[in-house]
């Protein structure tokens, strides 16, 4: 867990020009704005709903703001910040699409579940669970919301991302399992269009 060293910056552009409450001070509003900026710089390996880490107040507050701060949300998830992801997501922000779908693509390792979890990993379906890849499966809720698609139709993969993804999901393999193999192998299996009657 962390928090980014570009904090206060960010800060910073999260304050200018944001709308101010009527029924707010100009003070309390910036001690909100401090407290939400070092949220959004913050990131851990639990993935929590987005109010564990915000407020209803807190929530409200980047509602109002959200076109003002859209682009510095954005920022914050090129850090792979976790509540940046869960806000974007939460706030449908469209301008956060393209940096969730190009980290989703980076992602190469599993980060959830492995080893004393009472699961078979001599079986290729052990490998190919959502609770072995949350963090995958953040970046593909939020998505999901921002565009209100499943993510078979949110994203259409280009013939390089499914290039370079086959190419490492060819290397899968019970015997010598390589993470970055299986969490390939499992993103082209999320990624695979829906039948005709679910579309």
Same mark, same amino acid.
């Given at each position: 867990?962390?928090?980014?060293? =570009?904090? /206060? ?25 401090? !407290? ?15 109010? !564990? ?10 509602? %109002? ?10 920022? =914050?998830?090129?850090?792979?910040? %976790? ?17 969730? !779908? %190009?980290?989703?693509?980076?992602? !190469? ?16 379906? #052990? ?12 970046? &593909?809720?939020? &998505?999901?919301?921002?565009?209100? /698609? ?9 013939? #390089? ?26 993103? /082209?299996?999320? /990624? ?8």
């Amino acid at each position: 867990m962390k928090y980014t060293l =570009f904090a /206060l910056p960010i800060l910073y552009l999260l304050l200018s020009g944001c709308s101010v409450p009527s029924n707010s001070t100009k003070s309390s509003d910036a001690v909100k704005g401090f !407290r939400i900026a070092r949220k959004l710089a913050y990131y851990d390996w639990t993935i929590d709903p987005v109010e !564990r880490y915000f407020s209803a107040q807190e929530l409200e507050w980047l509602e %109002t703001n959200k076109e003002a701060i859209a682009d510095e949300i954005a920022l =914050f998830i090129g850090d792979y910040s %976790t509540p940046a992801i869960l806000v974007a997501g939460h706030l449908k922000l469209e301008s956060c699409s393209p940096i969730l !779908r %190009t980290i989703l693509f980076s992602l !190469r390792s599993p980060n959830g579940e492995s080893g004393g979890d009472g699961a078979d990993y001599t079986l290729e379906e #052990t490998f190919l669970r959502d609770t072995m890849y949350p963090h995958h499966v953040m970046y &593909i809720k939020a &998505i999901e919301n921002i565009t209100e /698609l499943p993510i078979q139709k949110a994203i259409v993969p280009t013939n #390089t991302e499914i290039k370079l993804s086959r190419s490492y999901a060819e290397k899968a393999s019970i015997d010598g399992a390589i993470g970055e193999a299986w969490c390939a192998k499992w993103l /082209l299996l999320k /990624l695979k269009p829906l039948p005709n009657n679910d579309r």
